[in-house]
């Protein structure tokens, strides 16, 4: 069956950076868009960071763009977000989530999610 498996989180000071991973299974990575989503206390699920297929398009959104960094290797079914200079925004649980209907970077439906990962940032 499919699995996303999500590790790496933490607390984390201010200013810091941590790596989260996002292990795969169970469906074709190499032809699947991933995208790292997150939830903030108290909000909504939005997107942070997608990747094409192959790895060479990413796609950020504004709050986090110029600090987190998304990629994949495919050979390890797996896709990893580096998140540098953090702040108390970015506290959040963090999933990985497979994208099926993506136009423009921008993803409009999933249909696979990991159980998420914590990150708290905080002096």
């Known amino acids: 069956q499919v699995q996303l498996v999500e590790s790496g989180g933490g607390l984390v000071e201010p200013g810091g950076s941590v790596s989260l991973s996002c292990a795969a299974s169970?469906?074709?990575?190499?032809?699947?868009?991933m995208y790292w989503v997150r939830q903030r206390p108290g909000k909504g699920r939005e997107w942070v960071a997608g990747?094409?297929?192959?790895?060479?398009?990413?796609y950020y959104t504004s709050p986090v763009k110029g600090r987190f960094t998304i990629s994949r290797t495919n050979a390890k079914n797996t896709v990893y977000l580096q998140m540098d200079r953090l702040n108390s925004e970015d506290t959040a649980m963090y999933y990985c989530?497979?994208?099926?209907?993506?136009?423009?970077?921008?993803?409009?439906?999933?249909?696979?999610w990991g159980q998420g990962t914590q990150v708290t940032v905080s002096s």
């Open positions: 989530a497979r994208a099926t209907r993506v136009r423009g970077g921008t993803p409009y439906e999933y249909d696979y």
């Open positions: 169970g469906f074709t990575f190499g032809s699947a868009w």
């Open positions: 990747i094409h297929t192959g790895g060479g398009w990413t």
